[in-house]
């Protein structure tokens, strides 16, 4: 596997960074050096905004069927390189080959797919008595994306931002730059027209904020922490631009007293360990009625102690939790699993440092800690690594107002066998997306937070409706 970290794409072309500068690359799973990435500098920035700023005016009118024929393109380049992808995540960020196989990759897949059969039936422009009212492209889109689901997240801004007409500088995590640069190779062999699509790698601090304040940016599209979400609200501020905002999130998970508990608890153990726990809709709160929590932490314990065995080698397609991408990430886990000890928090299962074995790469003992209050620190900050807390609640109010008494809203989870039950508690979550009884994501539904975990929604229709601008034009139909 070969890709072009140390050049950036702008313009239709391979081209050297204007500096020298460059970060290495750490294999999370053995701390070595894999490689190294380019980090940009303001010059590097403004050649690719300038190319996609001067390929706006033919790609904004391009056709929807040339649109369309571009999709099938890229759907076609992408699974040729589909192994490529995987070995990329897997090296750069840590996921188990076989989630990096089943699911990391296929949701670039996914999210192309997705709005390649949106577009085909989307309409751009309706008559409202004599007014046409129109749907046009933004414009020139900075998309800033970060490492713990790399293709899903760039993919689901450059999928709709193609097919609306948008031009687009995109600066993925610098944690993440393999994958981003087979995608780049990929959207080249696809036949993206010069200037439509441009790669710049490169810091958050330095290039995010950079493109955040550029004038000749119509919109930024970032995925990423609240607190980072912040500064790029504030960076964007001065020009007025249009800002998308994907954070963080501390979602809860509604057991209601009629659940099926085994299956239930160790459904949602499994999904907060999943991707080393580095998925902002993880249900990392578990609310369960008070009188089940003897049977509850029953289960958890024995889910736990297991889940300890799954840790190892990511690149080994046993293997069930792989590393954490990075040092930074793996410190600020121990600290927060030593602050809920600290606070006092029972410590069920897992705890500080590595697994037994693993003394090599950022892996992260999984944990869950029980006898939580939703005031801890644990309950309220998002951890993004393998770690539960379990909360008890009186009754359904009370798990209500417990899984809303959060700074976040991204996600919520029920799980319950009264189906209108289960609904009602739903319509009360003050969160973007509710899950029910275990259902999986819809790649056609609207995916995004209330409060402090953005604004704007992502995947499907809505996802391309971000990129567009509305126009009425008045007198366009006769009376």
């Known amino acids: 596997m070969q890709a072009k970290t140390t050049e950036f794409y702008i313009n239709g072309e391979w081209v050297k960074p204007g500096t020298s500068h460059t970060r290495k690359l750490i294999n999370p799973a053995t701390e070595a050096v894999s490689g190294e990435v380019a980090m940009g500098e303001s010059a590097d920035v403004d050649a690719a905004i300038a190319a996609a700023k001067a390929a706006f005016p033919s790609w904004s009118v391009s056709p929807v069927e040339d649109r369309i024929a571009l999709l099938e393109r890229i759907i076609g380049c992408y699974k040729k390189r589909y192994a490529d992808i995987v070995q990329a995540i897997t090296l750069e960020m840590g996921a188990p080959v076989s989630l990096s ?27 409202q008595g004599t007014t046409e009212i129109r749907k046009e492209p933004i414009g020139v889109v900075g998309l800033i994306t970060p490492w713990n689901w790399p293709m899903n997240q760039v993919v689901c801004k450059v999928a709709p931002a193609l097919a609306a007409g948008c031009t687009i500088v995109l600066k993925p995590s610098q944690d993440a730059s393999l994958s981003a640069a087979i995608l780049a190779e990929v959207l080249h062999e696809a036949g993206v027209p010069a200037g439509v699509f441009n790669l710049v790698q490169g810091s958050g601090s330095k290039i995010g904020d950079y493109m955040s304040r550029h004038p000749d940016i119509d919109m930024i599209s970032f995925t990423g922490s609240t607190q980072a979400g912040a500064e790029v609200s504030k960076a964007a501020a001065d ?43 993880a249900p990392t709160r578990m609310l369960v009625p008070n009188s089940k929590m003897a049977e509850v932490v029953a ?181």
Not at 110 to 123: C, P, R
Not at 244 to 271: C, H, P, Q, R, Y
């Open 101 to 127: 196989q089943s699911a990391q990759a296929a949701m670039g897949v996914g999210h192309f797919s997705a709005t390649l059969e949106i577009l085909k039936s989307f309409e751009f422009s309706h008559q």
């Open 239 to 281: 020009t007025v631009k249009r800002v998308a905002l994907e954070l963080g999130g501390k979602s809860a998970n509604i057991i209601l007293d009629d659940a099926d508990m085994t299956k239930a608890v160790t459904n949602g153990i499994k999904a907060v360990f999943a991707n080393s726990g580095q998925t902002c809709t």
């Open 299 to 479: 289960i958890a314990k024995a889910v736990g102690e297991a889940s300890q065995h799954a840790v190892g080698d990511p690149t080994n397609d046993k293997t069930g939790i792989g590393p954490v991408a990075h040092q930074r990430q793996f410190e600020k886990i121990q600290a927060m699993i030593a602050q809920g000890i600290e606070e006092g928090a029972t410590l069920l299962c897992g705890g500080t440092g590595k697994p037994e074995g693993l003394t090599q790469g950022f892996y992260v003992k999984p944990t869950i800690f029980t006898d939580v209050t939703n005031d801890m620190t644990i309950a309220r900050e998002e951890i993004f690594g393998p770690v539960l807390v379990i909360i008890g609640y009186r009754d359904d109010s009370d798990a209500v107002a417990i899984a809303n008494d959060s700074p976040y809203g991204l996600s919520g989870y029920v799980s319950g066998s009264d189906t209108d039950r289960v609904r009602r508690v739903a319509s009360q979550m003050r969160t973007g997306m509710v899950h029910l009884n275990g259902a999986q994501p819809d790649l056609h539904a609207p995916f995004g937070g209330y409060k402090q975990s953005g604004n704007g929604r992502e995947w499907g229709e809505h996802g391309l409706q971000d990129f567009l601008e509305i126009k009425s034009v008045l007198g366009w139909y006769k009376s």
